[in-house]
């Protein structure tokens, strides 16, 4: 079974950036979707962004738009995640996770595989 590596977490203040990489065990299907999700404490785990492998498809959270990026390198098996202008209410466990259907999705619920997260702290 796949395993998903997350990396780039950290502190980091208010306005400030940050980095988020996700490396899969092996060569992730062309068309399954990649997706970043998010928990803060005390709330449910929520979408943040999501790329298709092969296809260039790619969604935001509304929370996030404009200020974060995701990539994906298909050499290196790798998802990043781009991190600008972070509020406090960034604060969370970040998750990369891999859909295991080429349907597209943005649900947590249909994300089968996961990485073990990576802890962002945004400072005031």
């Known amino acids: 079974q796949v395993q998903l590596v997350e990396s780039g977490g950290g502190l980091v203040q208010v306005g400030g950036s940050l980095r988020l990489s996700c490396v899969a065990s092996?060569?992730?299907?062309?068309?399954?979707?990649m997706g970043w999700f998010r928990q803060a404490p005390g709330k449910e785990r929520e979408f943040v962004a999501a790329v298709n492998w092969n296809g260039g498809r790619i969604g935001y959270a509304d929370s996030v738009r404009g200020r974060f990026s995701i990539s994906r390198d298909s050499a290196k098996n790798a998802v990043y995640l781009q991190m600008n202008s972070v509020k406090p209410e960034d604060t969370a466990v970040y998750y990369c996770?891999?859909?295991?259907?080429?349907?597209?999705?943005?649900?947590?619920?249909?994300?089968?595989?996961w990485g073990q997260g990576t802890q962002v702290t945004v400072s005031s």
């Open positions: 092996e060569r992730t299907d062309s068309w399954y979707p």
């Open positions: 996770a891999r859909r295991e259907s080429s349907d597209w999705s943005t649900e947590v619920w249909e994300y089968a595989t």
